[in-house]
């Protein structure tokens, strides 16, 4: 019995739930931080432990959580990360047995889920590496670029030009800060709730180049709060991306289907598939369905 004990057993669904719920509170203990939650700097947590996939050597994705380790630590599109492996750690000493990318893309999840975007299906599974996992700087995408660069970055990962547009649509969250990207301020009026308001708010607001010393990026010259980054623009002009940011500008519902599908791949991509313990993804529950 005493051996049986000190032995953790496999976790199921209701541990990661578990998990899931210290994540979503401790993404409001925010008062202090931007505008009030940690959730947009979470989300982009998960999404940069999985975007350096590379499917062509199979190298990269969240499998073994390498931004853990320098150099990747310190690459420049991780800028600010620190904040979100931080709050991290935090989550993985309260559960020791979780993997760190399992950890990172479930806060992902929960971050989505808690700021009123659409279930995320996600599984564990993901182990953790080594240092000599750690992949190449320039993986990620670089904002002041165009629409080939887009592609060939996600193209890479294996996702379509609908996925891409689909995935882009998280900048309805959060912001940009000129002391980790150079770039300044946020997307949306509600940085903290997701919404196809990126969408809408490229088509119907008239965007002018920022006045100011930082990197090229756009304002709305309606009130000048709002920015949008050279790769979003690219969005509204290309005429393949043009086309689905259109349609979630017009269609909420089709954009939380298709971004949760884009997503949920995302966090996926890396992770040999015998290594998940359930043969499909789960739907985890937010706080609010768990009190009723
Ligand atoms: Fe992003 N992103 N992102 N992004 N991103 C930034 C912030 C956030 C690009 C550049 C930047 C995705 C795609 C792209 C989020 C989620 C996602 C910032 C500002 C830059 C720059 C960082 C800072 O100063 O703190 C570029 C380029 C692309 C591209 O694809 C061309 C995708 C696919 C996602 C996703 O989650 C699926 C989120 C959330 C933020 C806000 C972070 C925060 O702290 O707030």
Redesign the pocket.
């Known amino acids: 019995q005493a051996s049986k004990a000190a032995v953790k057993l496999t976790p199921t669904k209701e541990d990661y739930q578990k998990v899931y719920n210290t994540i979503a509170h401790i993404l409001d203990e925010a008062e202090e931080y931007?505008d009030g939650s940690f959730g947009?700097?979470v989300?982009?947590l998960a999404?940069h432990a999985s975007g350096t996939y590379d499917k062509t050597t199979g190298t990269g994705g969240s499998n073994y959580a390498t931004m853990r380790f320098e150099p990747e630590s310190l690459h420049a599109a991780n800028n600010?990360l620190h904040v979100g492996r931080e709050l991290m750690e935090k989550v993985k000493q309260q559960y020791p047995w979780i993997s760190y990318g399992d950890l990172w893309t479930l806060a992902g999840v929960a971050a989505i889920q808690e700021m009123a975007g659409p279930k995320i299906p996600w599984r564990p599974g993901r182990i953790d590496g080594v240092a000599s996992n750690v992949t190449p700087d320039g993986r990620l995408?670089?904002?002041t670029q165009g629409a080939q660069h887009?592609r060939d970055i996600f193209y890479r990962m294996g996702f379509n030009d609908q996925e891409i547009v689909a995935?882009?649509g998280?900048?309805a969250?959060?912001?940009?800060?000129s002391d980790?990207?150079g770039?300044e301020g946020p997307w949306t009026f509600s940085p903290t709730t997701f919404t196809n308001d990126f969408y809408k708010l490229l088509f119907e607001e008239k965007w002018v180049w920022k006045k100011w010393s930082g990197p090229k990026q756009l304002q709305d010259k309606k009130t000048g709060t709002l920015m949008m980054?050279p790769?979003d623009y690219v969005l509204t002009q290309d005429k393949s991306f043009k086309k689905y940011a259109k349609a979630y500008a017009d269609d909420q519902d089709l954009f939380f289907k298709d971004f949760s599908a884009a997503?949920a791949k995302?966090l996926e991509l890396g992770v040999p598939s015998q290594q998940f313990v359930a043969s499909e993804p789960w739907i985890l529950q937010t706080l609010e369905e768990q009190k009723a």
């Open positions: 931007d947009p700097v989300v982009r999404w600010g995408p670089d904002a887009i995935l882009i998280a900048h969250l959060g912001r940009c800060h980790r990207s770039f980054l790769t997503f995302l």
